[in-house]
């Protein structure tokens, strides 16, 4: 994310409490687009802690926010760098057809879904929900059968999030969104999920 986007007098990305946070597990900009699309991660210093004030070249980055919701997407950023590293469907075909949308054009829910494709097969499905509303029962499309498991969620409780979870399911036989597999989950408000297929 660039500098232009925390000075000048915009604020930071956290700028006010509550639901910005959320906002923040989300994008941070860790998760949405930048941690798990196409492309290389560059976030801009101060995001990664969201800090109270706007980014000053005059001064340091606000290291010492010390409140737990910091020390959350602090936590998060962390971990997704440790996930991106461990996890080669994110980056090892970036620019060679590692990527696939799922759905991406449900506006009413303002969420999507898409595949990454590591250079072996590997695959990662992420579902990343844009609303400020939990969505229960969402339909995923997958592109394979067997179980899967979430193995990272942005609303996980250590990152300050309200702690849903899906843990392990099956996909269900049956066409969806141009797959022969589905599942049903519970998605976080503002939240992302990622899940793996038990191979």
Known sequence: ISHDEVVY??????????????ALRRRARPVRYQWAHPGKNLTFMGNEIAQYGEWNHDGS???????????????????????????????????????QWLTSDDADHNTLSFLRIGSKGEQLVVVVNFSGEAWQDYQVPLPQGGNWTEVLTTDDKKYGGSDIHN?????VKGEYHSRDWSAKLTIPALGAVFLKPEN
């Not at 007098?9 to 959320?22: E, P």
């Not at 020390?71 to 971990?79: F, I, P, T």
């Not at 843990?167 to 996909?171: D, E, R, S, V, Y």
Request: glycine letters at 12%; zero cysteines; aromatic letters at 14%.
């Open 167 to 171: 843990g392990t399911f099956a996909a």
């Open 61 to 99: 980055v606000d290291w010492d926010a010390s409140l737990a919701d910091h020390r959350g997407v602090q936590k998060l950023v962390a971990d997704l760098n440790e996930f991106y590293k461990d996890t080669p469907a994110i980056w090892s075909q970036d620019f060679a057809g590692g990527f």
């Open 9 to 22: 007098g915009k604020g930071s990305l956290f700028a006010d409490a509550g639901r910005r946070l959320a």
